[in-house]
């Protein structure tokens, strides 16, 4: 069974993780920086650092939410970034941004399912993601349509929570997910579930090794995994 945020609810997680987000957009990029205390911008810049001698020209940016990771990945100088996410509230919430910073004519952000991507093969120079395949209901599914629209040679990027090993960080950051960042999410967003949910993906999913098997079950090549922040959070690239 996988985690749901709702669950006394008999919607799929897909539908779920839609209304979540719907719920908690105008206060999610707040809540981001507060929860993280600004550490996941500078893992958005190394994640995208690592596409720098590739120099994708056009970028699919899964999940992408409120547009953050599409933002950051004009670092890289593309021709365009698409950017597709499930949901309409976290897409309008990231239109105003894009349109605040005059980015329009570089990033389109589009309602779309990762597991059903509306994009033909071989289409994409990268295809990036920042805490959002966890959110997958199928993960292989999500995983191997972006393979499919990656082009010979293309690569992904993947910035995902994890599951730091080591004491003392393991037990202090198990203590804050569990208790303190549940507690906080929940008073900002007036959401009972998001920031529950939020743990529980985290522990289900399976991240490091776990999750190298997975891109290479699919078909990605040269998977490597990067710890940041003494495992707290995890850099995951693969080709095609």
Same mark, same amino acid.
């Given at each position: ?6 669950? @006394?609810?008999? !919607? /799929? ?5 839609? @209304?979540? &987000? @719907? ?28 596409? +720098? +001698? ?8 899964? #999940?992408? %939410?409120?547009?953050? &990771? ?17 949901? !309409? %509230?976290?897409?309008? *919430? ?20 990762? *597991? ?13 993601? #920042?805490?959002?395949?966890?959110? &997958?209901? @199928?993960? !292989?599914? %999500?995983? #191997? ?10 690569? =992904?990027?993947?910035? *995902? ?12 950051? $198990? ?16 959401? $009972?579930?998001?920031? =529950? ?6 522990? #289900? ?5 776990? &999750?190298?098997?997975?891109?290479? $079950?699919? /078909? ?8 940041? =922040? ?11």
């Amino acid at each position: 069974m996988s985690v749901v945020p709702y669950k @006394n609810q008999k !919607e /799929g997680k897909k539908a779920q993780v839609a @209304n979540m &987000f @719907n719920n908690i957009s105008k206060r999610y990029d707040l809540l981001n920086h507060l929860l993280s205390m600004g550490i996941d911008i500078v893992w958005r810049k190394k994640a995208i650092k690592q596409l +720098k +001698k590739d120099q994708p020209k056009l970028i699919l940016d899964i #999940a992408t %939410g409120t547009g953050d &990771f599409a933002i950051e990945a004009l670092a890289l100088n593309p021709e365009k970034v698409i950017g597709v996410d499930i949901s !309409e %509230g976290m897409l309008a *919430e990231g239109k105003k941004k894009i349109q605040q910073k005059k980015l329009g004519h570089l990033i389109d952000l589009q309602l779309g399912d990762s *597991e059903k991507l509306l994009f033909e093969e071989n289409k994409f120079d990268a295809v990036i993601v #920042a805490f959002g395949v966890r959110n &997958f209901e @199928n993960l !292989e599914k %999500g995983l #191997a349509d972006m393979y499919r629209v990656l082009k010979p040679g293309g690569k =992904t990027v993947i910035v *995902e929570f994890s599951k730091p090993k080591k004491f003392p960080f393991k037990q202090g950051y $198990n203590f804050y997910f569990k208790y303190i960042l549940p507690r906080v999410g929940k008073l900002v967003s007036k959401d $009972n579930a998001a920031y =529950t949910y939020l743990p529980e993906s985290v522990q #289900a999913f399976p991240d490091g090794s776990d &999750f190298l098997d997975v891109l290479k $079950n699919v /078909g990605f090549k040269n998977t490597k995994c990067k710890p940041l =922040t003494f495992g707290i959070s995890s850099i995951y690239m693969g080709e095609k």
